[in-house]
């Protein structure tokens, strides 16, 4: 096992991948055994929802404060969390000259679940956008003490342009539903040939580890591929999955169970999913509307009750004051926190722009509270740092941060403190996740840590971008 010392602190479990110069796989890296490449198909039970009656907005419009009024100021206090694993450095393939993930951008964990036992899965991105190459997305679980790795099958699908890419996923997404099996879903674009013209589509794959090994299965979900409209075709959390903006899988213990969404309108530009530990998820549709200089979003949620689907309407937020040139004000939802059925916040950005001069935007980050009745809002200073990350703690509250900002927000007991994560000296952390393990107070961050504007000389522990993992609890 590799490990790196941190802060001049003792030496932290790793998980790193240094390459083998014979070729054996590294210290921690699995080799699990997976399918043929033609692959299976399973067929998703559908589930049939009754109709329910929507809950309208209330109050319908937020009023939005000075821009003085910030209700997030909070002392800082001492840091309960603390950093337990970062990687080492990532040296050149042997294999693969043209790749070299040293100083690469994008190698951080992301897409984090917890099991009751305190296991993590974990998606590390290793995509170096910035290369006409590809590296699959690897799979990670934590026992406590390391991080193992499996690599994730390709696809049995092609993609839209294998001739540069060769089997390359549109978007992935990991589904955990126990301590030992977890579910990898690859969306696919490709291109179907025929006498008349070529269609573009999505295509899905589920890929399964269990019991060391993997299984790659077709699923008979597909979409036409509208490349301007969906940001994100595929979404997790827990044991639910979204697709395509429209249509929803929950993992019943034995199979697929398929939920198709209505919503108040078909453009869905990005639905995500916000599970809580009763399997009672809040969804966020996120609708894109078309102007002829700026895009739009206006957010729907939908509640799962057991029955069906019900929409929770979001009130209108107002425009600032005075408005100046801002004519429009909607609200970009960031991440949903359930802590308990009359207990929910809706952390996002108010997206402002004005009709006056093309590209004319501004924003101003907020957090809207449901208790179960009505809606508050409360709203950070304009062009703050964005909430982007909310988790319960555990014990009533809740923790909320930005991704690149390495300080959270802890409510507890109606307070707000501040906190920070643990880097070395001139180091930041960038977060791509907040989760709680079931059932305990303990939460985890998953990352990275980096060299602010690439200055190594102010990073001096780590030269470059290192995946890391922070817990409190």
Known sequence: MLAVGVCGCSMLPGGGHSPDPTGNPPPGHVLASSSPTEAGTISPRPVHAAALKPLPAKPARCRQPPNHVNDFRAPTKRSSWKLIAVDDAYPK?????????????????????????????ALYDVKPSWKDVYRPDRL?????????????????????????????????????????????????????????????TFGTVVHTYTEGRWRSENLPV????????????VAADGSWVTLFGRRMLRWDGSSWQLHTLTSPNSLNDDTRIFSDDDAKPWVNVQLLRLFSYEHMFQPGMLRWEGAGWREIGLPKLGLPSPPEEITENELYVED?????ADDVWVAGTAIMTGHVHEGDETSRPLALHWDGNSWTCHWSAPDDRDLEHVEPDGAGGMWMMSTDSGELLHLSDGRWTRERLPVPDGCKAYVSALVRRPASQEVYAVGGIYHPSNDKRVCREFSHRRAALWRTG
Do not use: C
Not at 167 to 191: C, G, K, W, Y
Not at 222 to 233: I, Q, S
Not at 336 to 340: C, K
């Open 222 to 233: 597909t979409e036409p591929a509208p490349h301007d409209l969906f940001r994100n075709p």
């Open 336 to 340: 949903v926190a359930v802590l308990s």
């Open 140 to 200: 990670r679980r934590w026992n406590g003490e390391a991080w193992q790795t499996f690599d994730v099958p390709p696809p049995p699908l092609k993609s839209i342009n294998p001739q540069s890419f060769g089997e390359l996923p549109v978007d992935i997404a990991l589904a955990m539903t126990s301590a030992q099996q977890v579910h990898v879903f690859n969306v696919v674009e490709r291109t179907e040939d025929s006498s008349s013209a070529t269609t573009s």
């Open 93 to 121: 393939d042997p294999k693969n000259p043209y790749v070299d993930d040293t100083d690469n951008p994008y190698a951080y964990l992301e897409q984090v679940s917890a099991a009751a036992d305190g296991t993590l899965w």
